[in-house]
Each structure stands twice: as C-alpha cells, then as structure tokens.
C-alpha cells in the first residue's frame, strides 16, 4: 500500500469528557428518558462476531435488567470452541496488515468513536448501561460516556507520546525504536461493573497495533455490543476486534491454549485471574511469544479516619464511596476505621442520610441506588448480611428483596474483631464495615489497615492534622495503588488518577495510561549506518 500522507502529525489534545448532570428540565435527560423507553421495549439479538462476520448458532442466553428480572433485554448467542479459534486465527491474521497501518490511521479510529460517543451514541450507551447494568442515570453518565470516551481520547495521547520517544543518534547513525503490535492476539476479558472497562480492554491493545478476541461479561452484554457497533461505525477493520460471548470457562480453554495468545488484558475477580496465569504457566511451552499479562483484580478498600478528620466530610465520603453503584465498584469503600471519640456522630450522621437513600428501578431517578447486578451477586452479598446478623451488628440497613429485581438495602455493620471476615474479604455490594479503634492507637490501627487484606487497591484517608496524613500516607505506602487524603475512594478519573492496584488487586499496570499501553508494543531496535567501515581491522591492531 503507498504511504497514504507525509508530515509528522499531531494528534488532538486529549480533554476530558465535561459530563451532564440530568437535572430535571435538562434536554440530555430528556433524550436520555426518551432513549431508556425505545431500548427498554426492544429485544436485541446479540451474535458471535468474528472478521466481521455476525455468527448466530442457536445456543442462547437472556441478557435481564436486574431491577427487572423478568424483562428481557436480548438474546445472545454463545460462541462455539469452533467460533472461538476461527476468532483467535482471523485476528492473528488481521492483525498484520493493522499493525501494518500508521498509528496515526488507527488512532483515527478511536477519535472518530469518542466523538461518536460525545454526541449521537451517548444515550445508546448510557441507557444500555442503565438497563443492563442497573446504574442510575449519574453512575452511567460518568462511566459508559465519560469514562470511555477519557479513556479512548488520552489513550491516543499516551501512544503518541510513546511513539515520540526515540533513541539518540550520531552522524553516523540512525537509532530508532519501532513500537510493533504483539504478534498473534490479545484475549480481552471484561467485567460487568464498568462499560468503560468494556471498551477500554480491546481498544487499548487495539490502538498499539494488536488484533484482539474480546471476552465481554455475560452480564454487560447488551453495553458491550452496543460499544462493538459504535467501533464498527468509527470504521474499525474486521477482524481487530473480535466478539465472543459465550461461557468463560469454554472460550479461555481454546483461547489459552492457543499458540498464537500474545497477551491477555482482564479486568476482574482475583480468582479467575489466578487461573488464567496458571494456565498459561502450564501452556508456556506452546505460545509462539510470552503473552503479556495486564489483570486488574480484586479489592477490600478502606477509609481511615484519624481523630482530627471532618465529622461531615467523612460521612459524605462514607456514603458516596460505600453505596455508590451498590458498592459494586472494584475502588468503592467497604472496611472503615474510625476512632472511638468520632463514631457516635459519624454514625447518626451516616444513619441520617442513608434513610433518605431511595433503591428501585434506575429508570425512576430518584432512586440513588438501583438493583446488584445478578442472582449470584445476590445470593453471596445476602450471605455476608446474614453473617453479620450472627456476628456483628447491623447498624442500618441488611434488607435484601430478590423477588423482581435484586435489591439489597445499603447496609452498615459494626464489627468488634478487626480480623472478622467482613472487614477481610471483598463482598461488591453496598455492605460497609466499620471497626472502631481505640484514639490512643492510632499507629497500630494503621499497622491493621495493612495488614488485613490480601488486597492493595484503594483508600483513603481523612484527618485535618498534616502529620496524621503523612503518617498515613507512609504507614499505607504498599497497600492501595490510588490513595486519596480526605476524599472517598472511588471515582477516579482518566489522565488525573490512573488507577490500579497492587498485591492480590492486580499487576498494577494503570488502566489508560502510558504504562498500560507499553505493555501491548513490542519495541524493535533499529540502527542504521551511513558509512559502514571498510576495513576490518582495529587500530591497535598496529605495532607502532
Ligand atoms: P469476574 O471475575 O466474575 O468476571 C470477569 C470476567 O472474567 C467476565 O468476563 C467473566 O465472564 C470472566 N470469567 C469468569 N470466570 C472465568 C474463567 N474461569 N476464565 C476466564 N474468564 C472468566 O468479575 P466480575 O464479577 O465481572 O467483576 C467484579 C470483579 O472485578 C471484582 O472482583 C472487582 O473488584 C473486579 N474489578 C476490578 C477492577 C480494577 O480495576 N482493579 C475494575 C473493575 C472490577
């Protein structure tokens, strides 16, 4: 193919996305109203995609709202072992001839759909998540909309950036570094929680030049294939990013099996991330590379409270990063550490606004809550609000009501046993821990806050003293990759707070940042001599 333009370009700054508010009276509420009614009464029929090619087999799922359990959003079909491997072999394929292409052409691609997403398809995409997901108009705005539009918009900022990077070089010579693709393809496995997450998975490989066999959630599948058509709108080849739905277990089988995985990029439970690793530690002899392995994991986030913090400002915190999305982000706040001298306000205060927090249906935008996102959520978060029963003492909330949607009421526990499993374990629902520590022991509790989790990715802490905050802040230096001092633990945003965690939370690699994005480059180096030598002798080869 002739090179299709000369000049060395300059992509367009990346700006985050100024998100809308939904206030009553706005017209963005009202189109979205409007969109939520047309999505809600339609059935989709969501296929397998591979090159291009919609694949429709017969073996099918129901994609539910869980506010609604019995509505029906879409079918989808579930991807076979066959469909699967033509997926890993058609993207390896596709992948030469894209990795072929000027960063600048794909790049393009990834503009065109955060456009795309900033204008026609906003409200496509912010009421599949609000369907689909159960988010509330605000938690959808910020995510499906925002956040991936930030995420597709600095990802081609941070490539840039990469590809500007380049060796020094003589007179002689040309030094270069050639950012190539990762041969073969990258499998993309992506959780429900964060249709961002969604799109940013395969895109993020995609853009540097990878081909990709994208994994969605089944439980975020009507978002995911809404973000499939927009790519394919903003002109996306076939082939770079394949879609296969389909049971988790089956698909990674032929996928991690494959000779041609070059990388994974998942977003989800420790657990299954463990497994992946193993497996390809297992298979390690068969791949044609070493698959680079990007897993954002688990997490047990965590609000420390030194005597000196904002009664109020804690409490706010508490509230929006503990129920926010029914405390079904990886980043919100479920253990708290407050001291004895703050808890009785921090407590009322803490009641007080959770009795106004309305649960329901997302559609009705009251509702600052909506429904946990499956049976199995539920069952399992109902599970730990029955221990709590048992164990420790529900301060407010604890009621869980599964028969039409799965509603679980934001819950407060007070724990007396620092090393009680609800202060240990991730639960992903709106069940809050506090442990109340004794003023005097402030530096033992932070010793606690360490130490009681497996997991490292975020919290935060709140104290007006500056030396509390330092002593925070060194004492918790290793356990949360986003810290946040006198903010709740979640809502980080894209190009201001990369985020990702460490020890069992993940491999750290900061989601649409340049650190996540050198992980899907293989750099060649290249030197270039004007005027190779003509004699092979040295100089002090001579006698004299
Ligand atoms: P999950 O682990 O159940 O599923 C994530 C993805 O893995 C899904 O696509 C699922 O189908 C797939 N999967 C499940 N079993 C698999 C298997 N055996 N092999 C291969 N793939 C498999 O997680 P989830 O419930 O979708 O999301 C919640 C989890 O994700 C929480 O643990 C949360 O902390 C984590 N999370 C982390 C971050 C982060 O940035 N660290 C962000 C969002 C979510």
């Known amino acids: 193919m002739p090179a299709p333009f000369a000049g060395v370009r300059r ?54 709202m869980p506010h609604e359990h019995a509505h029906v959003l879409a079918d989808w079909h579930k991807a076979t072992a066959c469909d699967v491997a033509r997926a890993a072999d058609r993207a390896a394929i596709a992948q030469r001839e894209w990795a072929g292409w000027a960063w600048e052409d794909r790049a393009a691609v990834f503009l065109k759909a955060a456009e795309l997403l900033t204008t026609s398809w906003r409200q496509t995409l912010n009421a599949a998540t609000m369907l689909g997901q159960s988010k509330t108009a605000y938690q959808a705005e910020i995510d499906a909309a925002s956040e991936l539009i930030d995420f597709w918009r600095y990802n081609v900022a941070f490539a840039e950036e990469i590809y500007r990077e380049q060796p020094v070089s003589t007179h002689g010579t040309w030094n270069q570094t050639d950012y190539r693709g990762l041969e073969g393809f990258v499998y993309a496995v992506t959780p429900f929680n964060f249709t961002a997450i969604g799109g940013n998975l395969p895109a993020a490989p995609a853009l540097m030049g990878c081909a990709v066999v994208w994994k969605p959630a089944s439980s975020a599948m009507v978002s995911a294939y809404y973000i499939l058509k927009l790519l394919e709108a903003a002109g996306l080849p076939p082939g770079v990013i394949n879609f296969v739905p389909g049971d988790a277990v089956d698909v990674s089988n032929v996928l991690l099996d494959h000779p041609q995985l070059a990388g994974i990029h998942f977003t989800g439970s420790t657990a299954v991330f463990n497994s992946m690793w193993q497996k390809v530690g297992q298979n390690l ?104 029963r048992k164990n420790a003492s529900i301060i407010a909330g604890g009621g869980c009501y599964g028969e039409a949607g799965y509603f679980i009421e934001p819950t407060l526990v007070e724990a007396k046993d620092p090393g009680y499993r609800l202060l240990c374990e ?42 509390a905050v330092v002593e925070a802040a060194s004492a918790l230096r290793n356990a949360a990759g986003n810290f946040y001092i006198n903010d709740k633990p979640t809502g980080a945003v894209v190009g201001h707070q990369p985020f990702g965690g460490a020890r069992a939370s993940g491999t750290n690699d900061k989601a649409g940042s340049k650190m996540n994005l050198l992980r899907w480059a293989s750099a060649r180096s290249v030197k270039e001599t004007f005027a190779p030598p003509t004699d092979w002798t040295y100089p002090f080869m001579a006698e004299k």
């Not at 509790?445 to 802490?461: M, Q, R």
Request: aromatic residues 10%; proline residues 6%; negative net charge.
């Open 11 to 64: 992509a367009p700054p990346a700006q985050n996305d100024p998100n809308f508010t939904y206030a009553p009276g706005t017209p963005e509420r009202a189109a979205l109203k409007s969109r939520l009614d047309e999505m809600a009464g339609e059935r989709l029929d969501i296929p397998v995609v591979v090159d291009g090619e919609e694949v429709r087999n017969g073996s099918t799922q129901t994609a539910v």
């Open 285 to 388: 002899g068969r791949y044609r590379s070493y698959p680079r392995i990007v897993g954002e994991t688990g997490g047990k986030d965590f609000v420390v409270a030194h005597p000196s913090a904002d009664v109020q400002e804690l409490a706010v915190g508490l509230v929006r990063g503990a129920y926010e999305y029914q405390g079904q982000k990886c980043s919100a706040a479920s253990r708290a550490y407050i001291p004895t001298s703050l808890w009785p306000e921090v407590r009322d205060r803490m009641v007080a606004m959770m009795k106004d927090i309305k649960v329901g249906d997302v559609r009705d935008f009251r509702n600052f809550m909506g429904a946990v996102i499956d049976k199995k959520a539920f069952d399992k978060i109902s599970g730990y609000i029955d221990d709590a």
């Open 426 to 467: 991730e639960i992903f629902g709106p069940v809050l821990t506090v442990y109340v520590y004794d003023d005097a022991r402030w530096l033992e509790t932070l010793a606690i806050v360490d130490e009681t989790s497996p997991y490292a990715l975020t919290g935060a802490i709140f104290a007006r003293d500056r030396r």
